[in-house]
C-alpha cells in the first residue's frame, strides 16, 4: 500500500497519547502464559508483531481473550502448555521468535517455527548458541543460525552466559529459559539494554537478582497471574518528539508515555544536539516510571554518538539521522553496526531513503555520517517493508518542498497501526 504525503508548512501541535509499549506487550502476554491464574493487561498494543505472541500461545493451549486493547489470559501453568499440531508463525516478530526460542526449548516437546521472508533472514544463533549450551536441541538453516527452526524441548541446565551483542532480546531468551531450569542461569551485561523483563517479572511473583552487570534468576519459580497497565511506547513517541524539534513552529505534548532510562537515548541524544524536551514523571506503573514529555522546535547542532549510549538509541538511529540533516555541522553515528540486522539493513535504508530526499549522508561500516543542515525535497522512497523507515519517511514529509511518496506503509501496522491518524491529529497549519 503505496502512500504520497505533504506536510509542508504544517507543525506538530497539541497533546498526544501513543499506543502501549510493543516491547512490555510482548512481555505481559508472555509471563501470563506461563502464569497460573488470571492475567489482565491494558492498553495492550495491538500491532502484528504483538498478536504474532498471541496466535503463538493459543496455538499451545493458552486461552487469552481480546476486548479492543485489553487482554485477558487463563492461564494454567507452564504445564499447560502443549505441543502445537502445526508450525507457529512467528511473521515479522523478531521479539516474538527470539524471546520464545528460550521458552520453547525448555518445554518437553516439538515445535516447528516459521517467519516471513524478512524475519527468515535474522540471526537467530546469537540466541540458539547459548541455549544450545543450556541442552536446547535446535536445528534449523545454517545449524540454527536462520528459520523455519525446529526444537525438541526440556532437559535444560542452568549456565553463566557473557552477551556478545549488546540485546534485551537475547538476554530475555537466556532468562526465560533458566525460568524452566533447575538451578541459577547468570547472564552477565557489558552494556545495559532494556530492561522491561526484569522489571516486569516481579508483578507476576518471580524474582531475578541483579549484582552489578550480572543479572540471575532462579529456575522452577512459580507465575502467578496479574494485572498490568502498559505505558505509551516511547518509540512510538519518538517520531513525534523528533518531527517537533526542527519542524518550525512546533510545540508538542505527549502524555502517559514510559520513562524508562533504559529506553530515553533518543531525548538525551536531541537534548545533547540543543533540543528543548521536558521530560516529567508523573505515575509509576508496575515497576515502569511514566510521564510526560514536552517538545518543542529548536536550533540542532551535530554531534558524535557513540558507545553505551548506543544500545539505547538502536531502534530511534533513523530518526536521529534525519533530525541531523537539520542540524547545523557533522553528526557522526558510530558502534551500531546492529542495525543491519534489523527488518532490513537500516544503515543502508536510511542512506538510501535520506539520500533520495537530498540529505547529504555517507554509510559507514558501523553507522552514519550526516551533513547539515540540507533543504530536503520529496521524491519516491521505499520503506523496504521496515515500519520505522516508512514512519521516518512520513515525517520527513513535514520539511519536503514537495511530496513524499512511500512504496509500502502497511508495514507500519507492526509497530503502530494509528499512526496516520495520530500524525492527522497533532498536524497544524502554520
Known amino acids: 500500500m503505496s502512500k504520497e504525503l505533504h506536510f509542508f508548512q504544517q507543525s506538530f501541535n497539541g497533546t498526544l497519547t501513543v499506543p502501549g509499549d510493543k516491547s512490555m506487550s510482548h512481555r505481559a502476554i508472555i509471563f501470563g502464559a506461563l502464569a497460573e491464574g488470571t492475567t489482565t493487561i491494558e492498553n495492550f498494543l495491538i500491532g502484528e508483531d504483538c498478536l504474532s505472541t498471541i496466535k503463538a500461545f493459543q496455538k499451545m493451549g493458552v486461552e487469552i481473550i481480546r476486548t479492543d486493547t485489553t487482554i485477558t489470559i487463563n492461564g494454567k501453568g507452564i504445564k499447560q502448555l502443549h505441543e502445537p499440531l502445526e508450525p507457529i508463525d512467528f511473521g515479522n516478530s523478531g521479539t516474538t521468535a527470539r524471546l520464545l526460542l528460550g521458552i520453547l526449548s525448555g518445554l518437553p516437546f516439538h515445535t516447528v517455527l516459521v517467519g516471513d521472508p524478512s524475519l527468515s533472514k ?38 553463566t552466559y557473557t552477551l556478545p551483542v549488546n540485546s534485551a532480546q537475547v538476554k530475555s531468551a537466556i532468562l526465560l529459559a533458566g ?27 518471580a524474582v531475578i537478582n541483579k549484582e552489578g552487570k550480572n543479572i540471575s534468576i532462579s529456575g522452577k519459580q512459580k507465575l502467578s497471574g496479574a494485572n498490568v497497565v502498559i505505558p505509551g511506547d516511547i518509540s512510538s513517541a519518538a517520531f513525534f518528539i523528533a518531527g517537533a524539534t526542527f519542524v518550525p513552529n512546533s510545540k508538542l505534548t505527549i502524555q502517559d508515555v514510559g520513562l524508562n532510562p533504559t529506553r530515553t537515548g533518543l531525548i538525551d541524544v536531541l537534548k545533547q544536539m540543543g533540543a528543548s524536551i521536558i521530560t516529567t514523571i508523573t505515575d509509576q506503573l508496575g515497576d515502569e516510571p511514566v510521564g510526560t514529555v514536552e517538545v518543542e522546535t529548536s536550533s540542532l547542532s551535530g554531534i558524535h554518538i557513540s558507545g553505551s549510549i548506543i544500545p539505547r538509541i538502536i531502534d530511534e538511529i533513523p530518526l536521529i539521522a534525519l533530525c541531523a540533516t537539520q542540524a547545523e555541522g557533522i553528526t557522526e553515528i558510530r558502534d551500531a553496526k546492529e542495525l543491519r540486522f534489523k527488518e532490513t539493513d537500516r544503515i543502508k535504508a536510511i542512506v538510501e531513503v535520506l539520500s533520495k530526499l537530498g540529505a547529504n549522508i555517507t554509510e559507514l561500516e558501523d553507522g552514519l555520517m550526516i551533513k547539515g543542515k540540507t533543504n530536503l525535497v520529496g521524491n519516491e522512497v521505499p520503506s523496504f517493508g521496515d515500519h520505522r523507515i516508512g514512519m521516518m519517511a512520513a515525517i520527513a514529509s513535514f520539511i519536503t518542498s514537495t511530496p513524499v511518496s512511500i512504496d509500502d506503509t502497511a508495514c507500519i501496522n507492526i509497530s503502530y497501526p494509528t499512526f496516520f491518524q495520530d500524525l492527522n491529529s497533532v498536524s497544524k497549519r502554520q
Open 122 to 159: 535474522r540471526p537467530m544463533d546469537r540466541v540458539t548458541i547459548p541455549l544450545k549450551q543450556m541442552g536446547s536441541k535446535t536445528d534449523g538453516r545454517e545449524e540454527g543460525k536462520y528459520l523455519p527452526m525446529s526444537i525438541r524441548g526440556g532437559h535444560l541446565k542452568p549456565i
Open 179 to 205: 525460568l524452566l531450569t533447575e538451578g541459577e542461569t547468570t547472564v552477565v551485561e557489558p552494556v545495559q539494554t532494556r530492561d522491561h523483563t526484569e522489571r516486569m517479572i516481579g508483578a507476576f511473583g
